[in-house]
């Protein structure tokens, strides 16, 4: 007797495949679908500051990438490039492995000899905030160019705009690169206007903040460049990866690609041969003529790809992103409904004046004289079961790589005032999770259990 298989074609085969993924997912993954009604919860169970939402269309996705097993980036991620530069309005989207990588290269693209006089040299300095996350600063000293510490305003968590001017150093200063912290726009109207004042490139690092607009516009659509980072915590995941955005110049699009693709001088995409009809007609370096334009190097790059089934999954995950947005938007809002009578005890994240922020988390910065700690509090959740974060990296300035950094060369970065505000958000701030998996009986759990600590403190 013949097996199903033997009768059954490939496209019959990948529909029941795919049939049989989904019905596998239903089961299996229930907890992580998109809250469509209520969801049971009893204390006890755990409720993450964060988490991946999906349901059977994103595993579907997966497993179809990878039965047609393109593995490197291929039409999916074609597909999903173009469509997160339409969602966000920006020329051109390069997916990489991870918002941190993606932070790397928007980085090193202003490297670029290319660039002409405007290129970031050893010993320039770029303008950051001194209270985020190690990665937005990190390729900043990677690329031998001096970090500027600005204070972050700790109602606000983003840079102390007033600082800017002090901070710039003619000839020196040639960018800004900071974060819209837990999605909170920073001040972009002062920032770009300070940019353009001293013609320096500006880099958003927007990987918490995916959705979030400022005046209306969205957020990584103001700088030259921008990044994502698609981590299951963030607005929308593909597992591993991110994106450099590419907001309005086209010669950004080969630069980030040549450093995203081992620093090649070759823009053929993969699979692709002779994109520019002179594969073997290039002079470049002290390379003899007619060397194949494929293995040509012009920039001391990486191999940062993600995987095709990754951009797949992504593809899916875009669609949902308005919809993430709001119900990060409701839950931020109930638990700040819900905690306004604990104003005594903690201050809370203030949108950005013009801004409408898709909140990455809900910030509590315990208050001098509250009765408790900040480390009493996270310890008090943990029993709990509640998730719950410090905003990442607190003073990056105290941290372990950046003290021993400054001990090691006192020059490899700069300061500006006392840092009052970012010592402060580092002592005193945690965060807990408003992402769309939360049901409103673990948001209501998360508010008594706020108020029976206070009271009992």
Not at 9 to 30: N, T
Not at 259 to 276: E, I, K, L, P, Y
Not at 412 to 430: C, K, P, Q, S, T
Request: aromatic share 10%; charged share 20%; net charge negative.
């Amino acid at each position: 007797m013949a097996r199903p298989s033997d009768m059954a074609s490939p496209d019959e085969l990948k529909a029941e495949i795919l049939r049989l993924s989904r019905e596998y997912s239903a089961q299996v993954h229930g907890a992580n679908h998109p809250v469509a009604e209520e969801r049971t919860f009893a204390p006890g169970q755990t409720i993450p500051y964060a988490a991946r939402v999906f349901d059977a269309d994103e595993v579907a996705a997966a497993v179809g990438a990878t039965l047609d097993f393109w593995l490197t980036l291929g039409p999916e991620g074609d597909a999903f490039e173009k469509e997160l530069a339409g969602v966000l309005g920006v020329k051109k989207c390069l997916l990489t492995n991870s918002g941190s990588s993606a932070n790397l290269l928007a980085l090193s693209a202003l490297t670029s000899r290319k660039l002409g006089d405007r290129r970031l040299l050893p010993g320039d300095e770029v303008i950051t905030c001194a209270a985020g996350f190690p990665t937005t600063v990190a390729p900043i000293l990677q690329n031998q160019a001096v970090p500027v510490f600005l204070d972050a305003d700790p109602a606000t968590l983003n840079v102390q705009v007033e600082q800017l001017e002090e901070a710039f150093v003619e000839g020196r200063t040639k960018a800004v690169m900071m974060a819209h912290t837990l999605g909170n726009p920073f001040d972009l109207g002062a920032v770009t206007a300070f940019c353009q004042a001293h013609n320096l490139w500006l880099i958003e690092d927007n990987c918490d903040a995916l959705g979030s607009t400022y005046r209306g516009k969205l957020t990584g659509t103001f700088g030259d460049l921008s990044t994502q980072s698609f981590y299951p915590p963030h607005h929308i995941t593909m597992g591993e990866g991110g994106a450099v955005n590419i907001v309005n110049d086209m010669k950004f699009k080969v630069l980030v690609e040549s450093f995203r693709d081992w620093g090649r001088d070759c823009w053929c995409a993969s699979g692709h041969d002779n994109t520019c009809h002179k594969r073997f007609g290039w002079q470049l370096g002290e390379l003899p003529e007619g060397y194949d334009h494929k293995y040509i190097y012009s920039h001391l790059g990486y191999n940062l790809k993600p995987l095709d089934i990754q951009a797949a999954i992504g593809r899916i995950q875009l669609t949902r992103l308005v919809a993430f947005g709001q119900a990060r938007r409701k839950n931020w809002a109930i638990l700040r409904a819900g905690l306004n009578e604990l104003s005594e005890y903690f201050s809370y994240q203030i949108a950005t004046p013009g801004s409408d922020p898709s909140w990455f988390g809900f910030l509590l910065m315990v208050r001098p004289g509250a009765g408790f700690s900040r480390a009493d509090l996270s310890r008090h959740l943990d029993e709990k079961k509640i998730g719950n974060r410090a905003l990442f990296g607190g003073n990056l300035v105290r941290q372990p790589a950046f003290a021993d950094l400054r001990k090691e060369n006192p020059r490899a970065f700069r300061v500006i005032g006392d840092l009052a505000g970012a010592d402060r958000i580092m002592n005193d701030a945690l965060f807990v999770g408003v992402y769309p998996g939360l049901s409103e009986s673990m948001l209501d759990f998360l508010i008594k259990t706020l108020r029976d600590f206070v009271r009992r403190s």
